[in-house]
């Protein structure tokens, strides 16, 4: 356990008060809210393909409606380098503001929209360009918000406070498997299908008011913003000093494995093994809690641990060795108790792991180019590989007519994922440079 000196217990101090409690709350769990209206449409993605992009087969539906939500994804780098950038340059207060309202037009756009029936080609334009706004806003957005929390906490307690970040995103993923599985409980299929997909997309308009309320309420400027500016502008150095940094951290990232474990079970569930929906919700929603209490257990424990990088390492091995198994089980299971069991196991790993790669992400990043550097680099790891997840998924069963194909893209990106923790270099200090 590393010592804590009297200044750490001082600002500790501070940071446990209900003022910059607030902060937390705002930056964190506002991001929650971003996430719930992205989610939403990852579990409704069935119904979505039937309403705006019908076809005679129904995998093909689902895959036009998958590779819609996926190229949101792939705004989120530009939106990662302009959010970003402005935020190192005019602070972290003014661009979480402007993502706000960014996502809110992007969500109205979606839940407000006519079905394909109703206006033709002008419906799937509509969902598209719903999906681009929300891309470009959450791009810069959980970048931006992960800095400015990892700069008001003390060292001794960085991984603590940023694990909220992670386990806001946990309880969106819930918030939004739980919309599903009480709408298909409630509604009959001919209801669902009708309107009652719009209710969850309506309810996150609430990042509205909500979010700018929190958010008008934040400093203007970390402590560090306000003395570190870039001189050559903050993309400028990230791309010069920075590249390795960047490109490692890519591909650290748990998105494949968020996004087909969480995001793409009922889609798997009801369309690939043929369960009922209420089975692939109830795992969704089981993989979403584990992700909203094992992040702030993960922060503390990290905060005591000399090193952060042997946890992550251990937890990337893990899921190496248990993604096949689960898919197995998810494949012959007789019972859904079996299957949670086992998606809740992987889940518990995804969170070791994301709450301290994140960490160290940040920590690579000196503070006048940490916000654009989480996001770019958050966001071409989510545009490259968590945009592409589920449509890469879909067709690879398509493809091969076997399911545990899943199973194989999602045990190489852990592959991928352990190899690149390997490499990163872990650069933990009091100092911000």
Same mark, same amino acid.
């Given at each position: 356990?590393l010592?804590v000196?009297?200044?750490?217990?001082s600002s500790?101090t501070?940071?446990d008060?209900p003022?910059h409690?607030?902060?937390?709350?705002a930056a964190?769990?506002v991001t929650g809210?971003e996430m719930?209206?992205l989610t939403?449409?990852?579990?409704?993605a069935?119904?979505?393909?039937?309403?705006?992009?019908?076809a005679?087969?129904p995998?093909?539906?689902?895959?036009?409606?998958?590779?819609?939500?996926?190229?949101?994804?792939f705004?989120?780098p530009?939106g990662a380098?302009m959010?970003?950038?402005?935020?190192?340059?005019?602070?972290?207060?003014a661009a979480?503001t402007?993502?706000?309202w960014?996502?809110?037009?992007?969500?109205a756009?979606l839940?407000l929209c006519p079905p394909f029936?109703d206006?033709?080609?002008?419906?799937p334009?509509i969902?598209l360009?719903g999906?681009?706004l929300q891309?470009?806003a959450?791009?810069?957005?959980?970048?931006?918000?992960a800095?400015f929390?990892?700069e008001?906490?003390p060292v001794?307690?960085?991984g603590?406070r940023?694990s909220w970040?992670?386990?806001?995103?946990g309880?969106a993923?819930?918030m939004?498997?739980t919309s599903?599985l009480?709408l298909t409980s409630? &509604?009959?299929p *001919?209801a669902l299908?009708?309107?009652?997909w719009?209710? #969850?997309f @309506?309810? $996150?308009?609430? %990042?509205?008011?909500?979010g700018?309320?929190?958010?008008?309420?934040?400093p203007?400027a970390?402590?560090?913003?306000?003395?570190t500016?870039?001189?050559?502008?903050p993309?400028?150095?990230l791309?010069r000093?920075?590249?390795?940094?960047i490109a490692?951290?890519m591909?650290?990232?748990?998105t494949i494995p968020?996004?087909v474990?969480?995001?793409?079970?009922?889609?798997?569930a009801?369309?690939?093994?043929?369960?009922?929906a209420?089975?692939?919700? &109830?795992?969704? *929603?089981l993989s979403?809690l584990v992700?909203?209490?094992i #992040?702030p @257990?993960? $922060?503390?424990l %990290?905060?005591?641990?000399p090193r952060?990088?042997?946890?992550?390492?251990t937890?990337?091995a893990?899921?190496?060795?248990?993604?096949?198994p689960?898919f197995l089980?998810?494949?012959?299971a007789t019972s859904t108790?079996a299957?949670?069991?086992?998606?809740?196991?992987?889940?518990?790993m995804?969170a070791?792991?994301?709450?301290t790669g994140?960490?160290?992400?940040l920590?690579a990043?000196?503070?006048?180019?940490?916000?654009t550097?989480?996001?770019v680099?958050?966001?071409l790891h989510?545009?490259?590989?968590?945009?592409?997840?589920q449509?890469?998924?879909?067709?690879l %069963?398509k493809?091969t007519?076997?399911?545990?194909?899943a199973?194989?893209?999602v045990t190489l990106?852990?592959?991928?994922?352990?190899c690149?923790l390997?490499?990163?270099r872990?650069?933990?200090?009091?100092?911000?440079?």
């Amino acid at each position: 356990m590393l010592p804590v000196s009297s200044a750490e217990q001082s600002s500790g101090t501070r940071q446990d008060s209900p003022k910059h409690f607030s902060t937390v709350v705002a930056a964190s769990l506002v991001t929650g809210l971003e996430m719930f209206d992205l989610t939403v449409f990852g579990f409704f993605a069935v119904v979505i393909g039937e309403q705006f992009f019908p076809a005679k087969d129904p995998l093909t539906s689902l895959l036009w409606s998958v590779g819609t939500f996926g190229i949101g994804f792939f705004m989120r780098p530009l939106g990662a380098l302009m959010i970003g950038a402005y935020a190192d340059r005019k602070g972290r207060r003014a661009a979480l503001t402007r993502t706000c309202w960014m996502m809110a037009v992007g969500t109205a756009a979606l839940g407000l929209c006519p079905p394909f029936a109703d206006i033709g080609v002008a419906a799937p334009l509509i969902v598209l360009a719903g999906r681009l706004l929300q891309g470009f806003a959450v791009g810069g957005d959980i970048g931006v918000a992960a800095a400015f929390v990892m700069e008001t906490s003390p060292v001794s307690r960085r991984g603590y406070r940023v694990s909220w970040q992670l386990s806001s995103q946990g309880a969106a993923a819930l918030m939004g498997a739980t919309s599903g599985l009480l709408l298909t409980s409630m &509604l009959p299929p *001919a209801a669902l299908s009708a309107w009652g997909w719009r209710i #969850p997309f @309506l309810v $996150g308009l609430l %990042i509205a008011p909500v979010g700018l309320y929190l958010r008008c309420r934040l400093p203007d400027a970390t402590p560090h913003t306000r003395t570190t500016r870039s001189a050559s502008g903050p993309v400028a150095e990230l791309f010069r000093q920075h590249r390795a940094t960047i490109a490692l951290a890519m591909l650290m990232g748990q998105t494949i494995p968020v996004y087909v474990i969480v995001y793409y079970m009922p889609s798997y569930a009801t369309r690939i093994m043929h369960m009922p929906a209420r089975t692939g919700y &109830l795992a969704s *929603a089981l993989s979403a809690l584990v992700l909203v209490v094992i #992040p702030p @257990l993960a $922060g503390g424990l %990290i905060d005591r641990l000399p090193r952060r990088k042997p946890l992550a390492l251990t937890a990337s091995a893990c899921m190496i060795c248990l993604i096949y198994p689960v898919f197995l089980i998810i494949g012959h299971a007789t019972s859904t108790l079996a299957i949670l069991c086992g998606v809740a196991l992987i889940s518990v790993m995804v969170a070791l792991s994301a709450v301290t790669g994140t960490l160290l992400v940040l920590e690579a990043f000196p503070s006048r180019v940490r916000a654009t550097g989480m996001a770019v680099s958050h966001a071409l790891h989510v545009a490259v590989f968590g945009g592409t997840a589920q449509f890469i998924v879909t067709g690879l %069963i398509k493809l091969t007519g076997n399911p545990m194909s899943a199973a194989w893209y999602v045990t190489l990106a852990c592959v991928v994922n352990f190899c690149a923790l390997v490499r990163f270099r872990e650069q933990r200090s009091s100092a911000d440079t």
